[in-house]
């Protein structure tokens, strides 16, 4: 079986999580859903939901290097979790730390970064703090409301299950290959990565999905993630034309990367991943597509807790996710060693 | 007049806020309330009230040295918010951003301090965000629910209100003082520094003072700011041995250290500076005694906009309280500089 403990991202939360004494209001348990589900006195119908996210790594990084993409995903990436339980949006708190200098002309862009991500989904900034510190980091705290009759967290999958993403995904890490390869923007410009939260998306599967968490860490993080919560496992067919964007294949035809790392990497974007009953995965289909969106089946869960890829040649691997989400943490901050041992992680699995 | 522009903070707060449409749900105005507040569709009897506050700068400066003081003022810094608008807390959210390498031990005590911060005040931490950063600092996001009929804002300062404390000030820039002068813990621990949330006080001013903000800027600050609101002014009485807290009167007295220093100063703590009608002024005072807080008045509001100390020799003097809080924008990060020059700006104002 494979524990939440063997992810050093989970070790670390609990760190904390683990002096924490739980509120008597609290519906979801540490890990169990993207945004924390609360009662509140006199809103007998809902939930509160709440979320809090900081974009600070990815700037350092040098992965964000407009303003703008700063703030659109600080936004964006509290709205998604709104998005995940299934949540209507109330509006968004900010906290931004800028270092001493900073160009008025750099903070406006992000603001509008975030205010531009909040309107093209009908969002508020409510207000925030600002501070200074040594390195430009944003933070978004979200809001919402949940119907209490239809909660949606990452626990429910049942062995069986269809699993699918919102839509195509990759184009997370389309951005951090060029910029941990330094390879040129021409081939995939950060302006192209203004992932959406899928909130309409939320309403339609709450109620109705089994289990729901975002992409934001990339999807086979994600399902991993899943799968450790839930004690089942996952079949993925791997027809990447189809789970991958357009453009993110062709950054993988142009460059020669395997797309499964595309998947396997550690940035995201905000598709929801989702399981529902198989009776079920059609309709919630048609109502995603008329909102829009074009959903994407990935494969079936089942009681046997491995993360399995079916290959387009007909072969089946297990892929042990721990090893590459545990890399960052294991390869010293060489990006360049990174994505060798990223690489090298594919033969392993024999996918490369 | 005294604009909000004299302010440099004012002034950074508004290129972000500038670029932000209003929530039509939104209660208050920018700059209005400690918290924001918003109407929730489904609970019409009261507001949600939302903050968030990031303690970094207190910890480059190396003002904090304990990660429980850090976590502790981190929790009660947005708890503090929800007191100065009544709001009664829902819970806490947290993003603590952590550097590469950090003794899980350090992250443990500052968790603890959270942990020890929300518990004696009857809050729970519901979850939050883990990221790696250049410089520890820890953002909380607080919730709470507020009566609609008894909304408590920054302004709704009348000329003749009289204007207290929730209790006596000035352990926030004692501490302040230690650390850049560079002066012993023997003086004033940063151990005492555990200022509290008022939100018991916060439930006995909502719907009856006209006014409320807390001090986590320090008093004076605090004081220019409603006064920037509300355009009105305020004449304080220098009763130093009622306004400042005992420990900070003596680390005056074996400094030589004027008083004033200790509300003049930016590191505040979290009292509520409140203006209340003169007649209710009593009634309030006594429900705060009873709730086991020591209020004390600090003066009067009146129509002239000026900021005027009635010294304990019979003089009167005007305050600018714009130079102070201008004074580390402008005096270059160099703290010894800085103090000089504070107390420089004490003997142009005769107080000295």
């Known amino acids: 079986m494979s524990g939440m403990g063997d992810v050093l991202e989970n070790v670390a939360i609990d760190v904390w999580a683990r002096v924490f004494s739980r509120s008597p209001r609290q519906v979801n348990a540490p890990h169990e859903s993207d945004a924390e589900l609360i009662e509140v006195p006199g809103a007998s119908e809902s939930y509160l939901a709440v979320t809090i996210d900081t974009v600070a790594e990815e700037v350092l990084a040098g992965l964000y290097r407009d303003a703008r993409t700063i703030g659109w995903v600080a936004a964006m990436a509290s709205l998604s979790d709104l ?15 800028v270092p001493p200098g900073t160009e008025p002309e750099f903070s406006g862009r992000a603001a509008r970064g975030m205010e531009d991500a909040c309107r093209s989904v009908g969002v508020f900034v409510l207000g925030g703090d600002l501070n200074s510190a040594p390195a430009f980091s944003l933070t978004g705290c979200a809001l919402g409301l949940v119907p209490r009759n239809a909660v949606l967290t990452r626990r429910g999958v049942r062995p069986g299950d269809t699993v699918l993403l ?41 109620g109705r999905a089994h289990a729901c968490m975002d992409t934001s860490d990339g999807v086979l993080t994600t399902l991993d993630q899943l799968m450790r919560l839930n004690g089942c496992g996952f079949e993925i067919g791997c027809a990447w034309e189809r789970v991958l964007a357009r453009d993110v294949l062709a950054l993988c035809a142009s460059t020669g990367t395997p797309p499964w790392m595309m998947l396997a990497g550690p940035h ?37 807790e491995t993360l399995t890829l079916a290959l387009p040649d007909g072969r089946r691997t297990d892929v042990d996710m721990a ?9 010293g901050g060489d990006m360049r060693n990174y994505l060798s041992r990223f690489r090298e992680l594919g033969k392993s699995w024999g996918i490369e």
Chains 1, 2 share one sequence.
């Open 83 to 97: 998005a995940a339980v299934g949540a209507d949006p109330l509006g968004l708190v900010i906290s931004a730390s």
């Open 268 to 304: 995201g974007e905000f598709e929801l991943a989702f399981a529902a009953a198989p009776g079920d995965a059609e309709a919630i289909e048609g109502d995603l597509r008329r909102a829009g969106l074009a959903p994407v089946r990935l494969g079936t869960a089942r009681e046997r």
């Open 166 to 206: 919102t839509g195509p995904a990759g184009s997370g890490n389309a951005l951090g290959l060029v910029r941990l390869a330094g390879l040129s923007e021409e081939l995939f410009a950060e302006a192209e990565y203004r992932p959406s939260a899928r909130l309409s998306a939320g309403g339609i599967l709450r």
């Open 323 to 331: 090893q590459a989400r545990n890399l960052l943490e294991t390869s």
